[in-house]
């Protein structure tokens, strides 16, 4: 990380270690037929990569993403920065080699991690119970080198729950029945892999930033999602939230992408007064009208 000016007084929460892939693989996660070659556009070369390397090749576009991010000033009123792909990066690690052996046909992407999701866990929208419990993800957190005392990390130990987790990833496991089938053809991932938070312990989302720092956050961002979708082969973006649905659209057109269709989804966040007034069934019919619903499911 660059050195940072005497007028910054954001500190980042990262730790010493580098991000490790874990040793861990599920066999069962991609099958041999679901990881054949597919029909390919003028866009996306054939893919080199074997099943083997995508865990690895994943987290080096995070990594690289990272540095990008780290490396930014957001402002006197940010005063702290987590990254949980550092202070979190063994559950993280688990859960990108367990399930992100291959191809996908849809990605479901998020904003950014939540205090009591991502931010504990390392898992998109990482509910500790699904993490610990369904997803059967393992590993230790570290501490942040800053760290909020309203905002402790406790890994997959914490008590709180994300209600929009919670809401998720229920779903998910109710259409699928397992891990298994769910990431046949589906990965999750987060277009911001940090969050941010003011003295207060306030959260404060990306496009809550400051024009000035939120244009670099985006540049990003941006970049990393083009080398994922390229990696991974995305046929399908689900995108969860207004406004990962308006950051997709753009760094598609802004690099010529017009073969991967890009779909709303309605963030489940308690702070969305229609999520409240059934969220579940909503999705629902937002999946199926997508056309992809039949990928979170075991006849797909």
């Not at 308690?270 to 059934?278: I, L």
Request: aromatic share 8%; hydrophobic share 30%.
């Amino acid at each position: 990380m660059p050195p940072k000016s005497k007028k910054q007084k954001t500190q980042h929460s990262t730790c010493s270690e580098n991000i490790q892939t874990s040793s861990t693989t599920d066999t069962n996660t991609n099958s041999s037929s679901d990881n054949a070659a597919p029909v390919l556009s003028k866009y996306f070369p054939p893919p080199s990569t074997s099943p083997q390397d995508f865990p690895a090749k994943f987290l080096e576009i995070e990594a690289k993403q990272t540095d990008k991010l780290l490396s930014l000033d957001y402002g006197e009123g940010i005063t702290h920065v987590y990254n949980p792909l550092d202070y979190a990066s063994e559950i993280h690690a688990d859960f990108v080699s367990k399930f992100c052996q291959g191809t996908k046909k849809v990605l479901m992407m998020g904003m950014n991690p939540g205090p009591w999701g991502m931010g504990q866990t390392g898992v998109p929208f990482g509910h500790v119970k699904y993490a610990k419990e369904w997803l059967g993800v393992t590993g230790s957190v570290k501490r942040p080198e800053k760290e909020h005392p309203k905002r402790p990390i406790q890994g997959l130990e914490c008590p709180k729950s994300e209600v929009s987790g919670d809401r998720l990833w229920s779903l998910l496991k109710e259409l699928s029945g397992s891990p298994d089938i769910l990431f046949r053809h589906v990965f999750l991932h987060n277009y911001c892999p940090l969050f941010f938070l003011k003295e207060s312990a306030k959260n404060v989302t990306p496009p809550e930033l400051k024009v000035k720092q939120r244009t670099g956050l985006e540049e990003a961002c941006d970049e990393a999602l083009v080398d994922t979708v390229k990696l991974l082969q995305v046929e399908h973006v689900i995108c969860v939230g207004n406004y990962v649905t308006d950051r997709t659209r753009k760094a598609f057109d802004k690099a010529g992408i017009t073969n991967i269709e890009i779909s709303l989804l309605m963030h489940p966040s308690p702070v969305n007064p229609a999520a409240n007034k059934g969220w579940r069934e909503i999705a629902i019919k937002q999946l199926t009208e997508s056309k992809v619903i039949q990928y979170f499911k075991p006849e797909a």
